[in-house]
């Protein structure tokens, strides 16, 4: 269990008063069963208010099972359901059901890994009732099959560091130029069980349904317990 919490931090003279609040929040459960079976559940939510309005409400939720057909290699097939909806990217539900197969293509743990993962998924969002430009536009939803290709790194700098980056990348199996990028990487110096970061994050979308939303990026700076 990973938990991160920032309290209300207020930036104020006599014309200007910033006031922030995040809470930020991730559980994983996992269990490995007869050596070739990997099951997780995950769950995560980040909630952030700016003077005294919700800015960002993430929340996503993801059962995950991968079959290791070889296990010295790290090679498996992997199925997953997962459900969550974000205020920022103004989607109200996104469900996504797929699977695929993640192969590890480097011979050794001992530097770290590099994990290739190639599949697809079938993908249904809802979108609320918006207005732009003066214009309303009716709520409305979404349902495509997307081609995924991943790719999962971790470098051990010594002991206590190591950097950790997952790239997701998504398209349209109709129309390849409707594409998707996540990025997710992570400085981290552990300590037991306490972990010092430095996150960087990025989603971009080269077609987004809301003409407003544009790329969305965060640099975090925080610290992780794990329990």
């Not at 800015?55 to 290791?68: D, E, K, L, P």
């Not at 590099?114 to 349902?143: C, M, R, V, W």
């Not at 996540?182 to 110096?189: G, V």
């Amino acid at each position: 269990m990973k938990i991160l919490k920032i309290g209300t931090i207020i930036f104020s003279n006599k014309m200007i008063k910033i006031e922030f609040f995040m809470i930020k929040s991730s559980l994983t459960i996992g269990s490995r069963f007869k050596e070739k079976n990997l099951i997780r559940m995950t769950f995560s939510n980040n909630f952030q208010k700016f003077n005294g309005n919700t800015f960002q409400n993430i929340t996503s939720g993801q059962i995950r099972y991968n079959y290791f057909y070889n296990v010295e290699k790290h090679h498996s097939i992997f199925s997953f359901m997962q459900l969550g909806k974000s205020k920022r990217s103004l989607l109200n539900k996104r469900f996504l059901l797929g699977g695929g197969i993640r192969n590890r293509i480097t011979p050794s743990e001992n530097a770290g890994y590099i994990d290739l993962a190639y599949g697809l998924f079938y993908e249904k969002e809802k979108y609320p009732l918006y207005s732009f430009e003066n214009t309303n536009f009716p709520s409305f939803e979404k349902n495509n099959l997307r081609l995924t290709f991943n790719i999962f790194t971790k470098l051990k700098i010594n002991k206590h560091i190591n950097l950790i980056s997952v790239l997701y990348s998504q398209w349209k199996s109709n129309e390849l130029s409707n594409t998707r990028i996540f990025i997710d990487t992570s400085l981290n110096y552990v300590i037991g069980k306490t972990t010092i970061f430095l996150k960087y994050s990025l989603r971009h979308q080269s077609k987004p349904y809301v003409p407003f939303i544009v790329d969305e990026s965060d640099i975090m700076i925080g610290f992780r317990i794990s329990i």
